[in-house]
């Protein structure tokens, strides 16, 4: 789904997200896992919140999880968002133990859930930025 036209609110990757938004762009879901303690953390930061290290390294997710939470839009929070509406946000806790937020993808009679199983897709939409989504698993 790239597109040169493409309207929607962008990040701005900072020096600690970085490696986050190149592991999208390469079909990879990366987490920071403190070298320190070892916990893993989304979203990227540069303190651990549990032993407050600064030294962090970066580990490739399953990208596999269950719904913890959702909420269904009806109004753009921005202009270019309204051609999708309605659409499913999801909150997904991944097996890696943190929780992550994106858009759900699934067939319009799936009954959402909390606890249903989903996986990370990417979507790529520009030649140089790829978002998550989520699918259900069936």
């Not at 999880?65 to 959702?70: A, D, Q, R, T």
Request: proline share 7%; hydrophobic share 35%; aromatic share 10%.
């Amino acid at each position: 789904m790239t597109t040169d036209t493409y309207t929607k609110l962008e990040p701005e990757p900072t020096h600690e997200s970085k490696p986050y938004w190149d592991g999208l762009n390469e079909g990879r879901l990366l987490l920071q896992k403190c070298t320190g303690c070892g916990k893993i953390r989304h979203y990227p930061r540069p303190l651990c919140d549990a032993c407050h290290s600064f030294d962090v390294s970066w580990i490739e997710a399953s990208g596999r999880g269950k719904v913890h939470s959702w909420t269904i839009t009806h109004h753009p929070f921005h202009f270019a968002y309204k051609a999708e509406l309605p659409y499913t946000l999801v909150t997904v806790d991944l097996d890696e133990g943190v929780r992550m937020q994106a858009q759900l993808r699934a067939p319009k009679d799936t009954a959402i859930r909390i606890g249903l199983p989903v996986h990370v897709t990417f979507e790529r939409v520009k030649a140089d930025l790829t978002l998550p989504a989520f699918a259900s698993e069936g």
